[in-house]
């Protein structure tokens, strides 16, 4: 099943913001695994998605599901709002290392922002942005904090 936004769908059922990016998960919060590209050729992954390869040029890429947990890399807090953003402030912007080499960006508006450091173990989860005309709930990944201090990240 593709999961991208159609007038098929009943509403309020739960729609990638960006069609294509992750598979929906059952709801809310729970972890969410980002569709990236690995090539055939030379093995180098990537997300977004590639229509060729960065790394040797291959047009051989096939879709892999990305770790949904990784280390957070860098990240700045935004304290205003930004004239037409969904946002609400506070959050911060984060910058995740996944052990599979592969970076991504994404928000965390959960849990104590103040004490987030650079080298936190973080999920990506499935975060609600905001509701459709047709009332579905239009969600993307967002950066959280992992459950326990101790958990180590997963390999790919
Ligand atoms: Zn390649």
Do not use: W
């Not at 990236?36 to 051989?60: H, I, L, Y």
Request: hydrophobic share 40%; aromatic share 4%.
């Amino acid at each position: 099943m593709s999961p991208t936004a159609t007038s098929t769908q009943a509403p309020g059922r739960l729609v990638a913001l960006a069609p294509g990016t992750f598979r929906i998960p059952e709801r809310l919060g729970l972890p969410v695994h980002l569709l990236g590209a690995r090539c055939r050729a030379c093995g180098e992954t990537f997300f977004p998605k590639r229509v060729f390869c960065a790394n040797c040029s291959s047009d051989s890429l096939e879709e892999v599901e990305m770790p949904e947990r990784g280390q957070v890399q860098t990240y700045t807090v935004v304290h205003q709002q930004l004239p037409g953003s969904a946002m609400v402030p506070p959050y911060a912007i984060v910058r995740i290392a996944l052990p599979n080499g592969v970076a991504v960006q994404t928000v965390m508006v959960e849990g104590d922002l103040a004490s987030l450091a650079i080298g936190d173990v973080v999920d990506l989860v499935a975060g609600r942005i905001m509701e459709d005309d047709a009332g579905n709930t239009l969600i993307s990944y967002l950066a959280r904090k992992a459950q326990t201090e101790k958990d180590e990240v997963r390999g790919a």
